[in-house]
């Protein structure tokens, strides 16, 4: 069974300039994650879908950072302009459900560097 | 605000020795996660512990959780150079992350 894919992997942009990455959660997996995870952190949620709505986006910058998630499946998040601060590793995850049994799966994140 | 604290941030371990990481958290919660992420990799889960009491083991790990005192730990058996990763631990339905605890294990 395919694992949660995302991409691109890496991907090196100017600052100011817009930057899309790319989520294909696991088959059948209802809740999708955005993270953020800065070198030598842990991960910090970004925004949580259910199906196709966004339910906690407290997180998430709203004046440069948008997401979505058309038909419940694939989502992107987007970043326009980036900043040089944004510079980070951008993980999705996804999970059958909120249920307190279930696993939340990780893709390899997409590493950006914006210079 | 759900606070997750790990330590220690860095274990420099001989193979052969054990030791216990320790995950401590600010308010109550229903479950928690233990990943391992190795360099330039994603996170790879290992435990979800859901109640108090609660043991898991695979190989050499095994994670044990305390709703009571809000503390889970992460103990090493015997380790061996496979285990050079970085763990992470997680709290509540949206994964509140500990800053991590970076494993070096050493002939």
């Known amino acids: 069974e395919a694992g949660v894919v995302q991409s691109p992997r890496y991907k090196i942009i100017e600052k100011k300039q817009p930057v899309a990455f790319w989520c294909n959660p696991i088959?059948?997996?209802?809740?999708l994650y955005w993270y953020l995870q800065n070198l030598g952190q842990g991960p910090e949620l970004l925004i949580r879908y259910e199906n196709e709505e966004a339910v906690d986006d407290s997180q998430l910058p709203k004046d440069r950072f948008s997401a979505e998630r058309l038909k419940g499946v694939d989502s992107t998040l987007k970043i326009q302009p980036a900043e040089l601060g944004d510079s980070a590793v951008y993980l999705c995850?996804?999970?059958?459900?909120?249920?307190?049994?279930?696993?939340?799966?990780f893709g390899e994140g997409s590493w950006l560097t914006v210079v | 605000e759900l606070k997750v604290e790990q330590n220690p941030l860095f274990l420099s371990m001989q193979e052969g020795k054990n030791y216990t990481i320790y995950c401590n958290y600010s308010t109550t919660s229903d479950r928690l996660y233990w990943y391992r992420q190795d360099p330039g990799k994603s996170l790879e889960s290992l435990f979800v512990l859901l109640s108090n009491g609660a043991v898991k083991q695979e190989g050499r790990l095994m994670a044990s959780l305390d709703t009571k005192a809000r503390l889970s730990t992460l103990h090493i058996t015997a380790a061996v150079h496979d285990l050079s990763a970085t763990y992470f631990c997680a709290v509540g339905r949206d994964l509140i992350f500990g800053k991590g605890t970076k494993l070096s294990v050493k002939p």
């Open positions: 088959s059948g997996h209802n809740t």
């Open positions: 995850a996804s999970s059958l459900g909120r249920g307190s049994g279930n696993t939340i799966y």
